[in-house]
């Protein structure tokens, strides 16, 4: 049995989130097989020869945003699975998850599309201020507790 | 006090998952100092002088194998934990967890062993099968809460 | 509502390492627009030309040091909630969660400022002392329930 409302919420975006994670994972293997760029030997010489094991920007740029989504959605599975114990509003809850999740979205769409400077890095600022709320809002729980 | 059977299964693969991880950077670590290819000039010039801090095939393999490791192993142990509150059947939750164990170390020996491909390639599509199989029960569930 | 008093503690130095992270991130941005080196060409441009999608060799540091952080306190966040849940005594479970928080933060800061060796492999070493010790405590656990 799931939880609360708010424990709905979280799992609801989290995982779709993750998906999205493996999406880009999927775009990346598709690319570097478009692109003939493999990262290693044994998989150059299955789709043509070892020339073929060398990095593309595309691939590379792909990797950059999986890690970036690492860096950021990986953390976020933490503090708001936290952050939903400490009895937040179901209606702040749901904008702080909602508002990573968009942001999270909208930074992957343009990293892969390569949008316009500064798209991305507003993206990554506007997800990360609910995870810097969240952080907030536990610390705080837990010091109420001290 | 942990909690149902299906949770113990999951912990279980889980932590030995980390430390398959950990064992993988313990290999890197290894073979930097043997190799002498350290990724940082104080490293390096501990161990015989700044020419050491370049790169290695081996080491990138290494990192290479750890990187997978992290893009997939960390968003398992949030579906892992999520789908176990679902309430699947034993078997049904067991089988999901076992393939990925499985999975991710045939994954790991590919990589480090430098299998003949699609070996790895097939290692990791086995892994997410039971992954993409936990995010869809893990959304119809909280579908069915709405 | 959270939890016991040793999930309280493990939640504070959770959340305070997931802070540190992030301030690891904003660094590593700082550091890109100072020395004008920028991963992606849109960037670049914004920032005065695409001579500037170059990389530099201290954001490469920042990048180790927060790929080094994803490596292990992820996997933390994940030990630690489960070792938390085995009714470990308070000062143990303390003393663990104490013993990784300042390793990392002794080990970021032995990588940011490039400390002479082994320092910052040692704060690494110490970091990893507790969670394997949790690791280790988690399977026995599991184990006495089989």
Redesign the interface.
Known sequence: ???S?IQ?CF??Y???L??K??II?IITGQVRLRKKAF?????A??HGGVQFCRTDPYVE?CR?A?QND??NI??F???GA?YS???PSYAAAQLHFLIFFLGRVLHSVAYLL?????T??LAYVIA?VP??SM?IQ??M??AS?A
């Open positions: 049995m799931l939880g409302d709905l799992i609801f989290s995982t779709l993750i998906l994670m493996y994972a990262a290693n030997p044994e998989d010489e299955r740029r950059r999986q690492m860096e990986l953390p599975l933490f503090l936290v114990m400490t009895s390569a949008l316009k400077a500064p991305r890095s990360q995870c810097i952080a536990i610390l729980e837990v507790f």
